[in-house]
């Protein structure tokens, strides 16, 4: 165990810690955390149209009229539906702002760029097609990977003309405000007349760029997250990499637009009444957030719940009631950092194996037809369990996450119960040894 902690400390640290600082990869995870708070408003206005409870849906028709649901609609289709617009002009404010470029204006050129090459046209039911207009399909989670390329393109290009000197200056008595209006004209226009020339290659290719990535990229990545053996890979890795110190947003930051588009794509299939375990994701955003990690990624609930159970030591009951609590609320640096979890050899185990079987649980429960499949409905991540469960899987969702729970106890048990002993056996050894002293003196 020493030698694979020597390894990993010496070899595999450093090069994840690379990959996280890379700039794409930072601008990347936090223009799509600016936006997350926007997904979860999305997702309550989602909830009180398809609240999981039989028989919600008559009783407010029969209250508001059957076409109550359009006039809460907007309000997640301006989230859902416009993430791809939104997380262009994020990403690129991200990434100009790691160059210490002018932000707002990266913000505007990367949403111009990212424009210019959606489609412009919609088909209609009856087969009109409808000229001058954007569409929903390609503004929302289908052109995420389209924005994460014309946020690089457009932010790289202006970077480019700044490094060349292709910026119109004007005089230091001209404001400032002026003077980056002008300094934009030259980027801007190389901008748009490149992303004019991807527009045509996408017409050509796919129908529209947009198309022609989603076909190439996201729609195979989106197939492969989805699948229930990647994201149990990924439940294992969120543990691993927390037991190494490694915050897990290493991989969610990078697989979270791919989630939400796989949830995207449920929700469609559900509004169509062809949502099954065939036709849809497993892989999606609350199986990360609400099975992944109850209580911190790693599934550590079990691990809080075990030390209440069984702490003896004075170091774990002292550390049970700092964690305790914010266990519930899916907060465990108090764990990882004071028992401590990293690099813990009794506790490597049990927190790779806790998400995995949390999350094979979820999948096993959805494949049998008990909990529903997830969609766009969604709970924000510090929901405790059973609430959470709740909201995005109704009282089955409370259920299987009650079950996961349970065995996430009975993973770490037996674990946590030797740590204990150990901390107890230690804190004998030194009072032994203080009396001893003392005696001498």
């Known amino acids: 165990m020493d030698k694979v902690t020597s390894w990993v400390e010496r070899y595999m640290v450093p090069k994840v810690a690379k990959i996280t600082n890379l700039r794409y990869f930072q601008a990347l995870r936090n223009g799509f955390f600016a936006i997350m708070p926007l997904t979860i408003i999305g997702s309550i206005f989602m909830l009180i149209t398809d609240f999981p409870i039989a028989g919600y849906a008559d009783m407010m028709a029969s209250i508001f009229g059957k076409d109550w649901t359009t006039f809460i609609s907007p309000a997640y289709r301006a989230t859902f539906n416009m993430m791809g617009l939104m997380f262009v002009g994020t990403m690129s404010y991200k990434l100009a702002e790691s160059y210490k470029m002018d932000k707002l204006t990266s913000m505007i050129l990367g949403i111009v760029s990212y424009v210019i090459v959606l489609p412009k046209t919609v088909t209609a039911k009856s087969g009109e097609v409808i000229p001058d207009v954007l569409s929903f399909t390609w503004t929302g989670t289908q052109g995420v990977i389209t924005a994460i390329i014309m946020a690089i393109l457009s932010v790289e290009i202006t970077r480019f003309c700044i490094r060349k000197n292709l910026m119109i200056k004007m005089p230091e008595s001209v404001p400032t405000m002026v003077s980056k209006a002008f300094s934009a004209l030259i980027p801007g226009i190389l901008i748009a007349c490149i992303s004019l020339i991807i527009n045509g290659v996408g017409i050509v290719a796919a129908g529209s760029f947009p198309q022609l ?138 927190i790779v194996l806790a998400p995995v079987l949390s999350v ?16 766009n409905v969604q709970a ?62």
């Open 213 to 350: 990535i989603y076909t190439i990229i996201q729609a195979p990545l989106q197939g492969i997250i989805g699948s229930p053996f990647a994201i149990i890979l990924v439940a294992g890795l969120n543990g691993l990499l927390w037991w190494f110190g490694i915050h897990p947003t290493v991989i969610n930051s990078m697989i979270y637009p791919i989630l939400y588009a796989n949830a995207d794509k449920n929700q469609s299939l559900s509004a169509l009444g062809k949502l099954t375990t065939h036709s849809g994701n497993f892989g999606t955003v609350q199986m990360l957030d609400q099975f992944a990690t109850i209580g911190g990624a790693g599934c550590t609930i079990g691990l809080a719940i075990s030390m209440f159970i069984i702490g003896r030591s004075a170091r774990m009951k002292s550390m049970t009631k700092v964690s305790f609590i914010p266990a519930f609320f899916n907060i465990n640096e108090p764990l990882i950092f004071g028992l401590p979890v990293i690099f813990n050899p009794l506790i490597l185990i049990p």
């Open 380 to 441: 924000p991540w510090a929901t405790p369990f059973l609430f959470s469960g709740f909201l995005v899987g109704g009282w089955q969702g409370a259920v299987t996450q009650l079950v996961s729970v349970i065995v996430s106890v009975v993973v770490f048990y037996p674990f946590v119960k030797a740590l204990d002993k150990q901390y107890h056996d230690e804190e004998d050894a030194d009072e032994a040894a203080l009396k001893a002293t003392s005696a001498e003196a």
């Open 360 to 375: 094979s649980i979820a999948y096993l429960s959805m494949s049998v037809g008990f909990m529903p499949m997830f969609t």
